[in-house]
């Protein structure tokens, strides 16, 4: 089971891809710098653009969702790229987009969540203007928010709390819960904080204008709110909410006293700002540290009354500044010595712990205990036992991986991110063993222990993360994870050096395509083969990269003018344009692929001067088109 690449890091390595790296590291650090931005359009409908953005949401898990036109990614990647760019473009000439269709998911209090989804073309739209604003805003933004940001995670945010906790001896939180966000945002401030921000793009602002007026099946035409499903929504929920992440900020964090301290660079890359805090600690400024995760966020203190300052403040704020409303209900102040506060679906407290070696006895110490909260641990037990029940019924064969393969990929997931909690294991003991003995009640045996068999690389990954536990069982040979054999990982801080719109930033995330003829690639990329859909295309791209800019058969370099992009299964038989049904070869490799005459076959075979290997991987693709092997 191979464990899929990281969506965020994917996207750095698309823009260049398609050679957008440069655009938009220079956007980045314009904004950076100040500068205001009036001619972003050309960018927006740039070949270059389009392309990357078809790339970027292709493989969304909501690219086959249908909108209100009924269509999805799979009428799209049949167009070909010429097609495709000129759709966009004219679109965008007047553009008014297609009406969302609303659905609704349910919450974990009970309670139904709205979600808009913008049609497969509008969503394209979309990612075109996001991959051109995101690094103008990302300049701007504040370094606390980590929600729906290139590298940034749930991970990251945790351990900003977890290190306010412990290493700052904070240990009284404001929970703010803001009054249904996302269904309230002025569209009227969302705009001038776009222009502030330093998008002067005339054109740019009218149509983010539309898409925020988008009519709504059903229901009509909104007057504030931005639909959460829309791929740009959450950029323009970070925007909003920059003004208050910045505000809170200039209360403490980066507030500007008239001495001037001293603040010498960490190894890591950040400020050491010792003696400004301790200077201002002997005023009446009320200290307040925000974390932010999209709308939910928290303001850590160090005393009861400072919290209490905070609160009413940021209700006023709030009010006054965005036109938001707080729910009462759920707003409050949390003493963490004494109770849990919720955070992205942890509970978390301050206890006492520690000992001090020297005089030999207990020291005030707090650390930080965490849980999964009460709701999500509920929404793990039903989920954990609705696929134990999928697996039971299922038949032999490709049912069982399938119901297998969706449990044991749920488990995977909720141990990756819960690990954060200092008490996962304990939390998640008694779900395991429910779950393993409704299994073993339904099918009346006892099951046993899973052991790996002899060529079997399908279930490597399992064997080497879960392999040491006895817990490790298996049912019709198919391996069963233990939801229980998960240990606490300390989250990690984002490093400082991490940047997608930098090319040092970069380096820190993923190597360059080294060893890639660069022109080639973008030859390519700038010279699609015509008639050929998009999806052909872009395919085209990641073979390149991916094989190494080899040809698979030969090994030798892939040059413009020799390169040849082979279906594996053809067309002819119900091939694809997907990627695992392409390669990339020379044009002499490719001819003797589809050769049936001897004497052509002989006179290739002597001029390529093939290995067995080789004659093995021709011979095996020849069969796949029903020829015989050479």
Request: charged share 25%; proline share 3%.
């Amino acid at each position: 089971m191979r464990q899929p690449k990281p969506v965020k890091r994917q996207k750095a390595r698309n823009a260049e891809y398609y050679d957008m790296q440069k655009t938009q590291d220079i956007l980045y650090k314009q904004s950076l710098n100040g500068q205001n931005f009036y001619h972003l359009m050309d960018l927006v409908i740039s070949d270059e653009n389009i392309q990357l953005a078809y790339r970027n949401i292709k493989k969304n898990s909501g690219s086959n969702t249908a909108g209100t036109d009924k269509k999805t990614m799979k009428d799209l990647e049949k167009l070909t790229v010429e097609q495709i760019i000129i759709l966009i473009r004219n679109k965008l000439k007047w553009y008014k987009p297609q009406s969302v269709k609303r659905v609704e998911i349910p919450k974990s209090n009970g309670k139904m969540r709205p979600l808009g989804i913008p049609t497969i073309t509008d969503r394209l739209i979309q990612q075109c203007f996001l991959q051109i604003l995101e690094p103008i805003c990302e300049a701007k933004f504040h370094e606390r928010s980590y929600g729906f940001r290139p590298l940034r995670s749930a991970n990251n945010a945790m351990a900003a709390y977890y290190k306010l906790i412990q290493q700052g001896n904070l240990h009284y939180v404001v929970d703010v819960d803001i009054k249904g966000f996302f269904d309230n945002i002025s569209h009227g401030k969302l705009l001038k904080q776009l222009w502030y921000l330093g998008i002067r793009d005339k054109k740019v602002i009218s149509i983010i204008s539309a898409m925020l007026k988008a009519e709504v099946a059903g229901i009509g035409f909104p007057k504030k709110g931005t639909p959460q499903g829309g791929i740009i929504s959450p950029l323009l929920a970070n925007v909003v909410l920059n003004e208050l992440d910045w505000w809170v900020s200039d209360q403490w964090q980066t507030f500007q006293t008239k001495k001037q301290y001293s603040t010498p660079v960490r190894k890591n890359g950040t400020l050491n700002q010792a003696s400004k805090l301790a200077a201002m600690k002997t005023t009446n400024l009320k200290e307040g540290w925000i974390v932010r995760y999209a709308d939910d966020f928290k303001i850590v203190c160090r005393s009861y009354t400072d919290a209490q300052k905070w609160y009413f403040a940021v209700k006023q704020w709030l009010k006054e500044r965005l036109g938001l409303d707080i729910s009462e209900e759920k707003s409050k102040i949390v003493n963490l010595k004494r109770n849990y506060s919720e955070f992205l679906g942890l509970k978390i407290k301050a206890v006492r712990k520690g000992y001090d070696s020297r005089r030999k006895a207990k020291v005030p110490k707090f650390v930080v205990e965490s849980h999964i909260c009460d709701k999500s641990l509920k929404r793990i037990a039903e989920t954990a036992h609705d696929r134990i029940k999928d697996i039971h019924s299922a038949g032999n064969g490709e049912q069982l991986l399938k119901a297998t393969g969706r449990y044991n990929a749920f488990v995977i997931g909720m141990h990756n991110y819960y690990q954060m909690a200092t008490h996962v294991a304990a939390d998640v003991n008694r779900i395991d063993y429910y779950a393993m003995r409704t299994l073993e009640k339904r099918t009346h045996c006892k099951l046993k222990r899973f052991a790996k068999k002899e060529n079997d690389n399908h279930h490597q990954y399992i064997l080497d993360r879960y392999g040491r536990s006895k817990r490790l069982k298996e049912w019709r040979g198919q391996p069963i994870v233990p939801i229980s054999f998960v240990q606490t990982k300390a989250p990690s801080m984002k490093r400082v050096n991490v940047n997608q719109y930098t090319p040092e930033g970069r380096t820190a995330v993923h190597k360059n395509l080294n060893g890639i003829n660069l022109d080639v690639l973008y030859y390519m990329m700038r010279n699609p083969i015509p008639n050929k859909s998009m999806e052909y295309n872009d395919n085209r791209l990641s073979l390149y990269c991916g094989q190494g800019g080899k040809c698979a058969i030969t090994g030798t370099d892939l040059l413009i003018f020799d390169m040849h992009c082979h279906h594996i299964i053809p067309s002819s038989m119900g091939g694809t344009d997907k990627y695992e049904n392409l390669l990339l070869i020379t044009k002499d490799a490719h001819t003797l692929l589809h050769a049936q005459k001897e004497e052509t076959i002989n006179k290739l075979l002597q001029k390529l001067n093939l290995n067995s290997n080789q004659k093995k991987k021709i011979n095996y693709w020849r069969t796949k088109m029903g020829l015989m092997g050479i």
